[in-house]
């Protein structure tokens, strides 16, 4: 057993049964000239340390024999999987409007096949690595993640990725109604509207949904899981 700290208390898991699931590390997310960039701005400086955050993370992960999950956030060409007219999906992801408003753009969107959709250069999953395909905001909704880590018998998931407030609270809540233990590294995360956003998903689920860690606490467990 390693024992993670974190917020509000420290966690005693098996990494044997824990996950890294890595959310929505796409262009479209992550990048400038991609659709958070073109829809509402992206702020370097806050992104690059994300990224760099979940260079160090995910190889060492790997290295202690936890398993790396990413979800990849995406609709069909023709937008099939999109819900349809009365889907409150198609009415409230930013991507529809933009695919309407500015047509050109669409191979910066979340259109599977497409520069927007795929996942960043610096993240690329490695061959031992699974990757689940989502068209929701929730990793859990329509997928197969569930069975996924059922299968793996996980039950301790460390989310990172984009973005806190959206899609990681989303997939990490439902983790949590599900029975895994949703456990949020901050600094690997990246949030999207004003910064009472993070805060407030930080605070659901250091007091009700989960536990609350960084990068260098997750790295410090790792590393001396390895030692012995």
Known sequence: MAILKARPREVEIDLSRTAF????????????GGMLDL?????????NPVIAANGRLLPAARAAGVKVIYLQFGYKPDLSDAGGPQS?????????????????DRDKLIIEGTWGWEIIDELKPEPDDLVVKKARYSGFAGTTLENQLNGLDIRHILFTGVATNVCVESTARE????????????????HTGPDFTREATLYN????????????????????????
């Open 21 to 32: 699931i890595v959310v929505d590390m796409q262009n479209a997310y992550a990048k400038k």
């Open 39 to 47: 829809g509402v701005g992206i702020d370097e400086a806050r992104t």
């Open 88 to 104: 409150p999906n198609a009415r409230k992801h930013m991507a529809f409007k933009m695919i309407e408003e500015r047509p050109a």
């Open 175 to 190: 983790a949590y109604f599900r029975e895994f233990w949703p456990i949020l590294v901050e600094d690997a995360m990246d």
């Open 205 to 228: 689920f250091e007091t009700k949904f989960g536990w609350i860690t960084t990068a260098d606490d997750v790295l410090n467990m790792l590393e001396r899981n390895q030692a012995t």
